[in-house]
């Protein structure tokens, strides 16, 4: 009781210089508190509500810091704490976390980073093995509270009568659309691939399938949307893909298809092609005719002629 008692007090006082006007002392209680989360006396903070709030509320206000040192320490400790929080606090961590994300005065790479560093460190089920009840919890937060902030379209937990949550995934009509908030997708898949349901998946392919079939996104945002959906596709049932695939099949069909859309959905399909081959499979033959008509006689003629004119000719 004595050890708990002091790791307490510990943890008070370096919380109260999180706040303080030099930014080396704000880094060196960060960097100290790292030190006592990671340690074996703090286990019983699952079990302490209050003094797991006022750690995730401290380290939440530390993300805002000026200075990169102090919040890169402040993302160092996010992964020693989530798993020591209990439920209800590991829940409103990622909601104000993923709320930050949409906001229009800081830098939102921060709060998304923030997600990353806590989806990885939560426990997650292990292949070949039933989930145990530490990973299970962790993809009930995830569930309840990141998966629908992704893909938006929700109740918003603000006050406003009917108002609904604009999803992370979503474009924002100043910044665009967020890489950022693409690569939680990707992390998110890769962790609790093999418990998302069914439904879960579908939303998160639909979300970011919108960003493929946007010829507004960038180079750099349809990379990532891309390799989202090869994270996604892994965990596909056969009915799942085979419904993905008539909906890819459905956009090739589209008579407003730009020549942009149609590179993005060729890319798709070969992620598809790459990240589940056995499973694609079958469903070659209903997709190669629209990879091989993006090719047709004149682009042949074309590709050729550009080869021609790239070979040096002999000396």
């Excluded at 703090?42 to 380290?59: M, P, R, V, W």
């Excluded at 992964?79 to 606090?89: A, T």
């Excluded at 399938?209 to 010829?215: A, P």
């Excluded at 959906?229 to 085979?242: E, K, N, P, T, W």
Aim: charged share 20%; hydrophobic share 40%; proline share 6%.
């Amino acid at each position: 009781m004595g050890d708990r008692q002091a790791v307490q007090q510990n943890i008070n006082s370096l919380l109260s210089k999180i706040d303080d006007a030099d930014p080396d002392m704000r880094y060196m209680s960060l960097n100290d508190l790292y030190g006592v989360l990671s340690g074996p006396n703090t286990s019983f903070l699952s079990n302490d509500q209050i003094l797991s709030t006022k750690l995730a509320e401290g380290i939440l206000s530390a993300l805002n810091d000026q200075h990169g040192d102090v919040q890169n320490q402040a993302l160092k400790c996010l992964g020693p704490l989530v798993v020591r929080l209990p439920l209800d606090s590991l829940r409103l961590l990622l909601e104000k976390l993923s709320n930050l994300t949409s906001s229009q005065t800081i830098d939102t790479s921060v709060p998304n980073t923030a997600l990353r560093v806590i989806v990885t460190a939560l426990p997650r089920p292990q292949p070949g093995r039933a989930p145990e009840a530490d990973a299970n919890m962790a993809y009930s937060a995830v569930s309840t509270v990141l998966i629908p902030r992704l893909i938006g379209a929700g109740p918003s937990t603000s006050q406003r009568r009917g108002s609904v949550t604009k999803g992370m995934l979503e474009k924002d009509p100043a910044k665009g659309f967020s890489s950022d908030a693409i690569d939680v997708v990707v992390q998110v898949a890769s962790c609790f691939g093999t418990l998302l349901k069914e439904d879960e998946l579908t939303a998160l392919e639909k979300a970011v399938m919108s960003i493929i079939d946007n010829d507004t996104a960038g180079t750099v945002v349809t990379k990532r949307a891309l390799a989202a959906i090869s994270a996604l596709v892994l965990h596909f049932s056969d009915s799942q893909l085979a419904t993905f695939v008539s909906e890819l099949v459905e956009r090739f069909n589209s008579p407003q298809l730009s020549t942009v859309h149609r590179r993005h959905l060729i890319a798709a399909v070969g992620s598809l092609a790459r990240t589940v081959p056995g499973k694609f499979g079958p469903h070659l033959p209903t997709l190669a005719p629209f990879i091989f008509s993006a090719v047709g006689e004149d682009n042949l003629e074309r590709i050729q002629l550009d080869n021609a004119h790239s070979i040096p000719s002999a000396a």
